[in-house]
């Protein structure tokens, strides 16, 4: 049942509340990332220095986890295990359909590593599944999180999502006119000078029941509302893990640890200005001083003459020191992510084993953002399907490197299949040759099949589509070590007889041409070695026995059962040698796909 706007302004303000500390926080570490240090802890920072002077190392690690959690995972919807052709069809295409969402969305652009970001800054990350009804596709949006409230249960489902933002009053009314005369309009009925420039806060409130958008500060006036019509929050979240129900970003505790850098930082720059500035001490027989550039003075005891020193205490530069590691501690960022590489092989102290709480973060980031991402793409295949059933579609992509087109129809083709593997690999957030090394030991050691090494890459790729080109590419490699054995058999098989060398090279020639016009290798030797058809009674094609086309000696004739006609040879005798097909001499290929055919020739005559 969908409840009133009262009801949803009241149930709205008590997630605020609820969510009031978590809102603190997010605020304290957007402004620390941004600069704005007065903002957090006022008066921290003079007048003369209004922003920081030392590396925001919050903002650096942020964006550097950010950029390396932010690869795009391989998508598949295949199964692990497929035995029919219609099976591996369906789910190849349904993978193709995934990987045009998520590009449709612009994930891959730059918006995923907006994302990852977001996950490591404020602790929660969310992706919202909207219609396009330009395109009439699902898109897969990117929201922030500062200002979200989400209602979820305790398998994890969103009941209701609520979003809280402000807007200028002039985007505002552009976007819905009705407004104007609400926010105009001020307590006394007259006119705000000045009312367009004023931020105004919206609240948008979605359950399975109702959509709704409106303004808590203008008596809950509505600015639109509408039923559901998905039935459900097409909202999919990825929450960090902690120890509490409480949402914590991996900076939450850092900032602190920045903003004493900083206020450090300016203590030390003053005490160099106090320094340089410090009055000069002269001795008593001075009686005229001069200063600027090569001033001089006269003086019995120029040793006297001196600034009054100003002694910085040493530990100071110690404390700096110490603020330095402990930030990197909070964030769990190494210093060899920033350069300091001090790694050698006569101490054992590589660089893997100093990065090894750096990639403990970004595994367990992306298995959450990759299972977010799988129930975002689940949505995509629910919501194309209940909205566009009948649609024919031509989607676009690229997959496994390879530019793809593909027409499908949701009711069709996805029908009610919604699952998807999302996986950022066997290794994920480790050193990649290590896991592909890792990998390959397993397969050489027959412990883990190819398909389960193709899906643990971390790369965009269609596993279906991809064994088909590997199986393709190795027929084409065999076919290829068939025909280069046949060519440089045909001089043996010429001097026993068995073929005409003319006929023989002018079809390697017409081979080449067809290759040389763009033509597939199965295709020209299909069109090149086609058998001809003879006549009842022909003499047998030499060739055509080699490549398996059949004669008159191979028929039963009316000599007997099984016998030859008069006047031809029977199959093997002296005038017609045994022939062999291409079947035969292809067989003989080992698992490298190198030949190793081999021919046997037999005569006898007859008695």
Not at 94 to 107: C, E, M, P
Not at 468 to 477: A, G, L, P, R, S
């Amino acid at each position: 049942m969908a409840l009133t706007i009262d009801k949803v302004a009241q149930k709205v303000e008590s997630l605020r509340r609820a969510a009031a500390d978590r809102d603190q926080r997010q605020r304290d570490v957007h402004d620390v990332r941004s600069g704005d240090i007065d903002t957090v802890m006022p008066g921290a920072m003079p007048d003369a220095w209004p922003k920081p002077i030392v590396a925001n190392m919050i903002d650096t690690s942020a964006r550097d986890m950010a950029e390396v959690m932010g690869a795009m995972p391989s998508i598949n919807c295949a199964s692990g295990v497929i035995t029919t052709d219609k099976a591996k069809k369906f789910s190849g295409k349904r993978t193709k359909i995934a990987n045009a969402y998520v590009q449709h969305s612009q994930l891959p652009s730059g918006k995923q590593v907006t994302f990852c970001d977001f996950y490591n800054t404020y602790g929660m990350a969310i992706y919202v599944i909207e219609p396009d009804f330009d395109d009439k596709t699902p898109r897969i949006r990117v929201e922030n999180p500062m200002g979200v409230y989400p209602e979820v249960d305790l398998y994890g489902r969103v009941r209701s999502y609520t979003k809280v933002w402000r807007e200028e009053a002039i985007h505002l009314v552009s976007k819905f006119p009705h407004l104007i005369r609400v926010l105009q309009s001020n307590e006394t009925g007259g006119q705000e000078v000045g009312w367009a420039e004023r931020e105004i806060e919206v609240v948008k409130y979605c359950d399975g029941d109702q959509i709704i958008m409106y303004l808590p500060n203008h008596g809950n006036q509505v600015v639109d509302m509408m039923p559901n019509p998905m039935g459900k929050v097409y909202v999919s979240i990825a929450k960090r893990p902690g120890f509490d129900m409480e949402i914590r970003g991996a900076f939450d505790d850092a900032i602190w640890v920045q903003l004493a850098k900083a206020r450090m930082a300016l203590l030390g720059l003053e005490a160099t200005e106090k320094s340089v500035r410090a009055p000069l001490a002269v001795p008593r027989d001075v009686q005229k001083m001069t200063f600027g550039d090569d001033a001089i003075i006269r003086t019995d005891n120029p040793e006297g003459v001196r600034r009054v020193a100003l002694d910085v205490p040493q530990y100071a530069f110690q404390e700096g020191a110490m603020l330095d590691n402990e930030a990197r501690q909070a964030m769990r960022s190494p210093e060899v992510r920033s350069g300091n590489i001090d790694a050698s092989i006569i101490t054992g102290r590589g660089v893997q084993a100093l990065m090894g709480g750096f990639n403990t973060v970004i595994t367990t980031g992306q298995a959450v953002i990759a299972q977010a991402l799988a129930k975002a793409i689940e949505l995509c295949f629910e919501m194309d399907e209940k909205l566009w059933p009948g649609e024919k579609k031509v989607v676009s992509g690229v997959v496994q490197g390879t530019p793809f087109e593909e027409t499908y129809i949701p009711s069709r083709d996805i029908r009610g299949s919604y699952a998807v593997d999302v996986t950022y690999g066997f290794a994920a957030g480790q050193d990649p040759a290590r896991a592909i090394v890792a990998l390959l030991q397993l397969r050489g050691d027959q412990l883990v099949s190819r398909d389960f090494v193709q899906r643990q890459l971390p790369m965009d790729l269609d596993v279906v589509q991809l064994q088909t080109q590997i199986d393709n590419e190795q027929f084409t490699d065999a076919l290829k070590q068939g025909i280069m054995a046949y060519m440089q058999a045909i001089l043996p098989m010429a001097q026993q007889g068995m073929v005409d060398p003319v006929d023989a090279l002018t079809k390697m020639g017409k081979l080449i041409e067809e290759r040389e016009k763009g033509t597939a290798v199965h295709d020209a030797v299909l069109k090149v070695f086609k058998p001809k058809e003879q006549a009842a009674g022909a003499a047998q094609d030499p060739l055509a026995a080699l490549m398996g086309g059949g004669g008159p000696a191979a028929q039963a004739g009316p000599g007997g059962a099984g016998g030859a006609p008069p006047g031809s040879t029977a199959p093997g005798g002296a005038g017609n040698p045994q022939g062999f097909d291409m079947m035969s001499l292809l067989a003989g290929l080992t698992g490298k796909g190198e030949a190793t055919m081999s021919a046997r020739t037999q005569r006898q005559t007859g008695i």
